[in-house]
């Protein structure tokens, strides 16, 4: 895979691409940058308010942080 064709380096070209900002936030996650993945996933909720997958992470990152309630909401809108 090279760089040219890393899904990351679409953001550049096509930065409404919101599979590519959920993979980001995963990676991110994944590194236990819960601020930037929230960012991430964020940034695609503010492009489709019901976008369940990005709720979900979004869900999960929240209840990481322990901010139970705000975890609770989205999760809840996921499933709506």
């Excluded at 679409?10 to 991110?28: I, Y």
């Amino acid at each position: 895979l090279t760089y040219q064709y890393h899904p990351f380096y679409r953001l550049a070209l096509e930065p409404e691409a919101l599979d590519v900002w959920l993979m980001r936030g995963q990676a991110l996650e994944a590194q236990e940058q819960y601020t930037a993945a929230l960012a991430n996933y964020g940034y695609v909720l503010s492009r489709e308010d019901r976008h369940s997958e990005a709720l979900s992470y979004q869900c999960r990152v929240l209840g990481q942080l322990g901010n139970t309630e705000a975890a609770l909401k989205a999760c809840d809108r996921a499933l709506r």
